[in-house]
């Protein structure tokens, strides 16, 4: 219920980054399957190549589509969406102490 209340008062580029960061998996993985798909039915039509070149080049697409997916998440991240990851602040004379 509190979670409820605190998502109802967020702006909607709030609840977008938020369902990046939870999702961001499932994300990349549907990115890179629909980029293995796509390329593989764009190069399924192309003549002059063996299907093993085909295959090939249908994970290149794949992978430049997972590489692009991985920066945006990393980026939206970094816009700190999620207040859940609290860093811990430790003084440097512990450090010292533990080094």
Same mark, same amino acid.
């Given at each position: $219920?509190?979670?409820? *209340?605190?998502?109802? $008062?967020?702006?909607?580029?709030?609840?977008?980054?938020?369902?990046?960061?939870? @999702? $961001?998996?499932?994300?990349? +993985?549907?990115?890179?399957?629909?980029?293995?798909? +796509?390329?593989?039915? %764009?190069? %399924?039509?192309?003549?002059?190549?063996?299907?093993?070149?085909?295959?090939?080049? *249908?994970?290149? %697409?794949?992978?430049?589509?997972?590489?692009?997916?991985?920066?945006?998440? *990393?980026?939206?991240?970094?816009?700190?969406?999620?207040?859940?990851?609290? @860093?811990?602040? @430790?003084?440097?004379?512990?450090?010292?102490?533990?080094?």
């Amino acid at each position: $219920r509190k979670k409820q *209340a605190m998502i109802s $008062r967020q702006t909607f580029v709030d609840r977008s980054i938020n369902f990046v960061n939870e @999702h $961001r998996w499932s994300i990349l +993985g549907m990115a890179w399957l629909v980029g293995m798909s +796509g390329a593989g039915l %764009y190069l %399924y039509k192309k003549k002059g190549m063996t299907p093993a070149q085909k295959l090939v080049e *249908a994970r290149m %697409y794949a992978q430049l589509i997972t590489i692009v997916g991985v920066v945006s998440t *990393a980026s939206i991240a970094s816009l700190g969406g999620n207040s859940d990851n609290k @860093h811990v602040q @430790h003084n440097s004379a512990e450090l010292e102490a533990i080094l």
